[in-house]
């Protein structure tokens, strides 16, 4: 059974409290990297895996997107995003990103905002997506950064005196679960190689745009300065030829 964190009343809580969540997409450190790379969306289908709260939904409606869907396993989180859309051309879907089932292009756009750390089997997911895309159609989603997911720690080195080191990588090679601490204890994430997400991709028949590695945006520091020091986030753009 796929882990659901989110409907679960402590880390939901916990979760509704963040500012991504409390102020939306411009509250996201990675967001000022993504919209770059999402195409004109106008008159476009478009497929959101895990969409929470539906910012993203919501954000593609604005661009005048023809109609959006946006796929999540936590009721918790599709309630709220039903609160907040008052939209009949988004609707939403309780399911795993795992378990979608479309028919053969029928989007134009596929996104995906840091859920596919939580996916263990990423290639099938590649590959449906590149399936239900339809030709010229984009695939961008941003995950957890490799260097991010290696260590189930997912924390700093410190010193003595609690001031942060260094980052520590290791066992980066080893793809495999990772049980980690995220507003709560055994989280369970799926640790893979930065080349592996790019070759699925190239597998599954995509061709790479562009690799963004995160970096805070100017209105982010010097509060976020120690995100320069290692990337948390990274995100892709692929296409389908």
């Known amino acids: 059974m796929k882990q659901n964190k989110y409907d679960d009343e402590q880390f939901f ?39 929470g709260f539906g910012w993203h939904c ?24 039903k609160e907040m859309t ?8 309780n399911q795993p990103i795992e378990e979608i089932d479309f028919s053969e292009a029928t989007f134009d756009v596929v996104f995906s905002s840091l859920a596919l750390h939580y996916v263990k089997d990423y290639q099938t997911i590649c590959s449906k997506v590149f399936d239900y895309l339809k030709p010229g159609g984009t695939f961008i989603f941003s995950a957890e950064h490799p260097i991010f997911t ?6 700093w080195y410190y010193d003595q005196n609690g001031h942060r080191l260094h980052w520590p990588v290791d066992h980066y090679q080893t793809e495999s679960i990772r049980q980690t601490s995220f507003l709560a ?13 790019i070759n699925d991709l190239i597998t599954a028949g995509f061709v790479i745009k562009a690799v963004k590695e995160s970096v805070p945006s100017e209105e982010m520091l010097p509060e976020m300065q120690d995100e320069l020091r290692r990337p948390m986030f990274f995100i892709i753009s692929a296409e389908k030829i």
């Open 185 to 197: 204890e055994n989280v369970i994430k799926y640790h893979r190689t930065i080349s592996t997400y």
């Open 13 to 51: 809580s916990a979760y509704k409290n963040m500012p991504r969540s409390t102020q939306g997409l411009e509250a996201a450190g990675e967001w000022h990297m993504v919209k770059t790379l999402i195409p004109d969306l106008q008159d476009k289908v478009v497929l959101d895996l895990g969409c």
């Open 150 to 155: 290696a260590r189930e720690e997912q924390d």
């Open 58 to 81: 919501r954000y593609a409606r604005e661009q005048k997107a023809k109609s959006v869907v946006g796929v999540d396993i936590s009721e918790k989180m599709l309630q709220e995003a």
């Open 86 to 93: 008052n939209d009949s051309s988004i609707s939403y879907l």
